[in-house]
């Protein structure tokens, strides 16, 4: 049982370059979330799903998309990267929306 | 969006001392979470509070849901380095929202 995983750990881009962030989780967990976060600013919901085939926007979603084709998968997008997605990205899955949210270890991403 | 704010925002201290950090916000959450994480992972849950006036504790760390369901505190006794750590609550009727966090150091 690995709980929830993110792939890669760390990734340096160059503006304007393409990326896919993975997320898995092996609890059967119906939502899944992509949080950023930043110094000093907690964090922030970029997108979220709540079930397979479904998708959702955050409160930070622009720049970014998502997809969620296999239940247990959730894909984070960066089309177009800029310095300011430079930034630690967490992905997490619930059961339900206010039980409790597993994170995954974090993707560093540098985007210069 | 609801917002949550924590107070304060750092806190420096030495090993057996006590501390209080705060989580507040002017709407009322069904529920409240408190979330620990340490340098380089992800957070994880400590607890939820569900009732207003709700007190659980864990081990030394002593959490308050607010009467209104509007606020929080999370109470650590005898702070050791180990609790060293970034304190976040999460808050919210439908999909959480965190607050900023209160990055905790401890020193030995």
């Known amino acids: 049982n690995a709980g929830v995983t993110q792939t890669p750990k760390f990734r340096v881009l160059k503006t304007g370059q393409s990326m896919t962030l993975l997320c898995a989780q092996d609890?059967?967990?119906?939502?899944m979330y992509w949080y950023r976060q930043d110094p000093g600013m907690g964090l922030r919901l970029i997108h979220y799903s709540v079930g397979e085939g479904t998708t959702a926007k955050g409160e930070v979603p622009d720049g970014y998309n998502v997809s969620r084709l296999k239940k247990q998968n959730f894909l984070l997008g960066l089309e177009s990267a800029a310095p300011s997605q430079t930034s630690v990205y967490f992905c997490?899955?619930?059961?339900?929306?206010?039980?409790?949210?597993?994170f995954g270890p974090g993707t560093r991403l540098l985007v210069l | 969006t609801q917002l949550l704010e924590q107070s304060p925002q750092f806190l420096s201290i030495q090993e057996g001392e006590n501390l209080t950090v705060y989580c507040n916000s002017s709407s009322v959450f069904s529920s409240l979470q408190w979330y620990r994480q340490e340098p380089g992972e992800g957070p994880v849950l400590l607890v939820t509070v569900v009732t207003g006036g709700e007190v659980k504790k864990l081990k030394r760390l002593t959490f308050q849901f607010g009467d209104a369901r509007k606020d929080s505190s999370l109470h650590i006794t005898a702070a050791q380095p180990g609790d060293t750590g970034l304190y976040l609550c999460a808050g919210g009727s439908y999909i959480p929202t965190f607050g900023r966090g209160t990055s905790l150091i401890v020193h030995p």
């Open positions: 997490a899955s619930s059961s339900a929306p206010v039980e409790t949210q597993y």
């Open positions: 609890m059967n967990h119906e939502y």
